[in-house]
């Protein structure tokens, strides 16, 4: 009896056991389908773009009762984004948008590293949690709403800038503003993910760095932030990635120049993305497919821009 009774103890913990193994196959199976359907439909889109962005390159377009197509030399070096009836140019957009980034991460990381450090470091426990409440709401709010923020405020104060320094602007609707509305839209990514990684800095190091004389101040910024350097240039990173993307907020602001490229701040600008949305449901044949070319040149100057950041990354760790 004993013996059949520790034979049956068995066969239900076999049972259990082959059960838990079925379980976790099911469960594996659906996630790799899930994963599958994820990165087929990013590669759907991205072969999508591909293939209608170079259209304009190969397909001819008649235009006219003529057939044309684009120099891709001229569009990729062009100072003028369109002259009838085929010259399209995207070159002064692309240092445009460059520009702009890099005024909105000028603006942004120092404000956005710091406040992580308050915020983790120096404010009080309510304090700091009443901010972080306040920057994810941030984050949550949709793009349109910075886009009428900087409309109706920033492009004002930086039109009575302009006014001071004795320069036209075109009411405020500028490269400057551009840049204040990115920044401010990445400035909550970024402090979120430098928030999270200061607060992942072992209690030790900081502990032996005031044990060995530094003062609270010098260890927040020489051993607290370059201990998390690794995790807030991560956090650059995906800023860029929004600044680069964003669309709908900075056409609001950026004024969409013809020509360029545009380094004063109180000018016109325009952006890769802007160029894309301005018009894309109001035009057809050749205009409409050669958004999608400039779809092409932002995926590219996207994942440039994150190589040369992790590149950056990797060089300061070492």
Known sequence: MPILLNWMDKLHKNKQFERKILTDNIVKNILFVVTILCASVIVFIVLFILLRGMSPFINGYEINGKIYTVDIFKFIFGTTWFKTPNLYGVGFIIVNTVYVVSLTLIL??????LTALFITRIAPDKVGKSISYIIELLASIPSIIYGLFGLGVITTVVKNLSNFFGYQSAGGISTLSSAIVLAIMIIPTITMIASTSIKAVSQDLINASLALGASPTQTNFKMVLKSARSGIFSGIILGVGRA????????????????????NFFDTTRTLTTTMLLGLKETTGLDYDIRFSVGIVLIVIIIGSNILLNFFNRKLEK
């Open 108 to 113: 942004a990381v120092p404000i956005s590293v």
């Open 244 to 263: 680069l993307g964003e669309a709908t907020a900075i056409s609001m602001v950026a004024g969409n120049s013809g020509n360029g490229p545009t380094f």
